[in-house]
Each structure stands twice: as C-alpha cells, then as structure tokens.
C-alpha cells in the first residue's frame, strides 16, 4: 500500500466527526479520472479502517469512504489521482485540495 494513498484516508476518514445526517447524493456524478488498479480498494479499506476504530457505525463509515472516492474521482483527473499514488509521496497541496473537497462534498448535512 502506498504512503499517500493511506495518508489520504486517514485525512479524509478523520474529517468527518460530525454527527450522521442527511448525506449528499452523487450517484449519476461524471467521472473525472480513475484509481489506479487496486488504489480505490485500497483507499475505501484504510479510509474504512481508520473511522471504524474512531468509533463511527458501519453505516456512517461506508456512505462517508465512498463519498470520498467518488468525489476524488469525479474532482481528480487521472494524472491527480496517480500523482495521489505517488511512492514519493504526494504534493501536500493536492492533499489538501483532496481533503477539502471530500469533506465539502461528504459531510452530513
């Protein structure tokens, strides 16, 4: 598993300790670009991983980590999304803009 893609969850997975609400729809989003083979698993796990050992329901934890894939997919081109697989790790600015946009697009209403 890569740094960045783990970083990543656990920016997005931690961002989210307001209550459970009325969650946003984004079923019909146009994609933007696409996960590397594997990183989509590999993110929903640790993004997963990281809010159920918060203390978040199964439910919260699902909807929120596949919220934010779907944002990263429909917000990322293709190159953003590898540059966010990056082994070198990614730019803290792309993370940023990662973590931002999920937590816009995700958060309970």
């Not at 920016?11 to 083979?37: D, N, V, Y």
């Not at 993004?47 to 699902?62: E, K, M």
């Not at 980590?65 to 966010?84: H, N, P, W």
Request: charged share 20%.
């Amino acid at each position: 598993m890569t740094f960045s893609i783990v970083l990543l969850a656990i920016l997005i997975s931690t961002a989210f300790a307001a209550p459970a609400g009325e969650w946003p729809q984004l079923a019909g989003l146009s994609k933007g670009g696409k996960f590397p083979p594997g990183e989509e698993e590999r993110f929903l796990s640790q993004c997963q991983q990281v809010a159920t050992a918060q203390g978040f329901d199964s439910a919260t934890v699902n909807r929120y980590c596949a919220c934010g894939a779907a944002v990263l997919e429909r917000d990322f081109t293709d190159a953003e999304l590898s540059q966010l697989d990056s082994k070198d790790g990614a730019d803290a600015k792309l993370l940023q803009k990662a973590q931002r946009l999920v937590q816009k697009s995700c958060a309970p209403k």
